[in-house]
């Protein structure tokens, strides 16, 4: 049963003590209504695809942020994000959403775990007011300020210098294109300001140029000499002042991903030599307290960084430091403690990115809030689970109502009421299957209600490796001279609590040293409105090359991206009215009716389809109707990762995150190789498609590849054939291989968290027989 009655002591459409929904469509709903009890933690289950995030996120939370954005004036809406109004009859009762999901936290280099959190803030006063010696007020202990950055790495902790030997080939000369740099090459702007400098002879080689004409290309000529240019230019700089002005005096990833990856191929970056990765200048840096620099705070644990904060007796300090403890211990209660103030946010994934989103809220005495979750145990052990469980009732307990889309069982268990949404995904979904407590839906006849009545096996008959793989002394961040032979030709999971060093050995130490296995990482796939599956799988060449070929027409016809776009819409198949400050109107555009491509492309057709019906097929339909084999082969793989339902041109924007995920395991099923690396495969899938994705990678194994997964999940651990344990517990506590072999030998292994929680997973199996 629910552990927690809701609080709800009117009718079941009285706004005040719910939120009251009428005939919802967005998406994929089928005209739902329903009512959620405010002032409790209800949970919205179903498969991957079924409607939960295009009723939670895409009506509730717009909504509630639509509305509250309409009571700004009309200088700040201006301001703001526009929510269209979600496609609904009625939405009653709402209260201010905040949405916490799985999205990067953002920023860039200079936004650290400390920095998000504000705890850095309170630190920086801290020294400020108890250092010794003291170097001023708490902006100079700032490595995003003028009065506390390093000079020579403006604060960032690493330098960036160019690589003069990969920039310049002395074999040519510069009308040749001796400047290899691309925004550099013959005929750019930069590189006619070279030209029309006077300094050089441009047919000449520059491996032949003197000691002069060199420096006056690397780094120009020397005061008081100023060459006479022509054209726009008013002053002559050398290549690495250039290159340093223009792209390395700022932070490389405010730069367009193809000028970055252009900019990185030509520079080198290390450590900075004059802070040496502290940021700080070196009054900041000379400051202790305690015998602890702000650097010090900055790499140490939240965990450790609590008991050195613990220490503080100061007049002036012992405030301060309590409150930066309340805010680390929040950290540490999430299952965050082996992070470091100092940590970049850029770094962290997308459920450690989640639950530092969480932390924000912990402190906050604001009540009557809506607090909405995207799968909050995403990256989470069995283990930390519960931690991440009693924070959600911290903040149900404060008189607020909290709405989670989730897939874990045992976060499930702890909702007040349950919301299971099917009976199946895209078309076949859309609909509100079973409402009431956990234990009606462990009897409802669902997908997620029989899911919970099944059980998996630990495995008992294992496959024989055909060999190893060896890593020979890890030390990467954590890891503690890890020295392990991967068995090849199995299936290998790699176990462990959040920090314990899984993903730095499998994707970053064993990775690089097999640069030729297929990986397939948490990185998140594009939504783009005009990206659809068989776009991002690569097939939509070859579907346009089949139309042009049996039509003897130019394949750009069939783009909705180019020739073939509906001249009204642009190929985006709606229209969308700019209202100035008032929420924007979209509408289907009248000339394409929503098909996205002009009207008369649709005289051309392929085995009596036109381009609009092909990619209406879903990807089972799909298969059997083109001839080409790769095309069939690539469409397949969908249904290998149980996408069979998705159509070919459905937008990547309206996929959930489970979808999203095996549609890129499906993009990497096409590539031939026989190493395979999968993190955390399991995130956004529901428990009834975690048996199609076991399926998927025995497989992958039994074709004789080696596949190496990094989970928490218990039915895929107890699938291995082999698993490889790390901890025994996060960050400067893990590092260290506790348990090595099958699943049925876990169960006996010691000191191991994942053990624990398979054992348990297995007593619960026992007492609740199939």
Known sequence: MAERAPESAGPLDDPVHRIVIDGAREHNLKNISLSIPKNAITVFTGVSGSGKSSLVFGTIAVESQRQLGETFTTFVRNRMPRHEKPDADRIDGLTTAVVVDQKPIGGNARSTVGTSTDIYSIIRVLFSRAGEPSAGMATVYSFNTPEGACPACAGLGRTTTVDVD???????SLNQGALRFPLFAVG????????????FDLDKQVGEYSETEWNNLVHG???????????????YEGLVDKFNRLYLNRDLSTLSARTRKAVEHFTTQGTCPLCHGARLNRAALRTKINGYTIHDYSTMEVAELIEVLGKIDHPLANALAEQAIAGLRRLDDIGLGYLNLGRETTTLS???AQRLKMVRFLGSALTGITYVFDEPSVGLHPRDVGRMNALLKQLRDKGNTVLVVEHDRDVITVADHIVDMGPAAGVHGGEIVYRGDYAGLCEADTATGRALRRHSRVKTEFRTPTGFLRI??????NLRDVSVDIPTGVLTVFTGVAGSGKSTLVTEVFAIEHPEAIVVDQAGLGSSTRSTPVSHLGVMDAIRKAFADANHVDAGLFSFNSKGACRECGGRGEITADMAFMDPVTTLCERCGGDRYDPDVLRYTLHGRTIVDVLALTAEEAADFFADRAIRRKIGSLVEVGLAYLTLGQPLSTLSGGERQRLKLAGELGKSGGLYILDEPTTGLHMSDISTLLALLDRLVDAGNTVLVIEHDLDVIEHADHIIDLGPDGGRHGGRIVFQGTPAELLAAKNSFTAEYVRRDVDRMVASPQ
């Open 221 to 235: 000529p020397g005061e008081g000499v100023q060459p006479k240019l022509s054209g726009p230019w008013t002053s």
């Open 188 to 199: 750019t702007v930069q590189w006619q300001m070279f030209a029309a400098s006077g300094l």
């Open 350 to 352: 997308g459920g450690e």
């Open 166 to 172: 990969a920039m310049i080939d002395r074999s040519l």
């Open 472 to 477: 020979e002394h890890a030390d990467l961040h």
